[in-house]
């Protein structure tokens, strides 16, 4: 039986009810509109924990542009009956205000990792996932908290907060959840056109392409340019970057000659795809 | 007895034993040099809780001139017979390494509240001084963390800090202590010469003359002149800032037409005295 629970002093009290019962808190922040990739850090969090607190929040400061945070797709009936199925205890979902009742003045900032990548043309979006993220850790107080590596710049920074600030948590990674075809879930996926889903999948064909010539030995600018042979074949696609960059740093690197991420952000019309694979060096 | 422990996992282990045993936990962070203003917050956090955390860190991310971050005064066996003295639990006294083992990426930034007055001549001061707070309080998770109103831009910047981000902790702000002459205690206070020492409780007594022609209906301009007028009889005094804010915002008003704080920043030959005075409309 999952609990909706709209207000903070709410899941406070549901935590200390459970922390009082010796259970741990697993914490799996999502901003709604669940899909399978959401369905396994359910998953690993019921695995790992006594109390899973599932939260729905749409967190504005984190969007740039208006018009992403005004069609991001909110579902929360069914986001509930799936929070049900996969036995979260907890659906955490307030408001606006609720989080934001005053002006926000306070913002965690992580410098470098928030930067390149993704944060070249979203600025303020990292920004704006540390500070919602802090607060639903200082609001949780998780043991554990839970994240896709499908947004590995996200994850990447939020590791480094979470170390740098000292929160009493860990960062769980979980890896992407991919459809048959192999588009990584998201839930901006059910913004294609069904002619832009069948497109869809090349996005991961360009980084598997990339990933194979890396092994092959070949350095990174030969590497990306299988990748532009793959998504080349349809003009539809706009590639906004595609890199290879330090797993850990996320700064370009010229070789392999440590773990990479071959990382990208390919727009479909109106609709912004990221999407990374991890490679190792043999 | 207070017991000295140097490490984020033993301070973790000694508030989790606590925990267990049913105790509320009061946090008292200070850079040490212990004086009678630190006196009232470890009291007053004695009164209120069961276990007592003072901390001792001279951060150095707040610092803006290393010469001041040189100097501050560091007196640790001292400081530790103080806590005994006042019957505080555990002085967490980490080193540099310990709070900060790698490069420090992850800020937490106040917006408005740390610009003006202290911060428009310490750039990125209370930047840092919100970030070790924030580690401080991830670190220690205390019921209450004790600030002494001396230090008013501070307890502004950080009374919102814990708003905005949700730290599950009452901020609990302890009024300035005063030597007999008026002087606001400071570690700083032992750097003066003793020629220095007798002049500078004109500092405290500008911010009287200035309350008083607010009290008696005189706009912000006339009222700091009779600061003006106590400070130089002075001329070693540099007064780097003295105005008249909102108790809460920081923002200059032009009259009391609300509670407001005379504050100022003063400097005698290199070191630099701050004092405040709340000052309430009848």
Sequence with gaps: MTTLVETIAGVRQAVARARQRGLTIGLV???????????ALLRQARD?????VASLFVNPIQFNRSDDFEKYPRTLQTDLEYC???HADVLFAPSAGEMYPA???SFVEVAELGEGLCGASRPGHFRG?????AKLLNIVQPDRAYFGEKDAQQLAVLTRMVADLNFACTV??????READGLAMSSRNVRLTAKERQMAPAVYEALLATAA???AGRDVESAKRAAGLVLEKFPEFRVEYLEVVDAET???????DRPVLVITAVWLESVRLIDNLRCDPR
Tied chains: 1, 2.
Excluded: D, K, S, W
């Design 172 to 177: 769980v990674r979980v890896a992407t959840v």
């Design 48 to 52: 790992e924990n006594g109390l899973v």
């Design 250 to 256: 996320l700064r370009p690197v010229e070789r392999m």
């Design 213 to 215: 010539e890396l092994r």
């Design 29 to 39: 922040p999502t901003m709604g509109a669940l899909h399978e990739g959401h369905g």
């Design 129 to 133: 996932v540390a500070t919602v993220v």
């Design 103 to 105: 002006q926000q003045l």
């Design 84 to 86: 049900q199925r996969l």
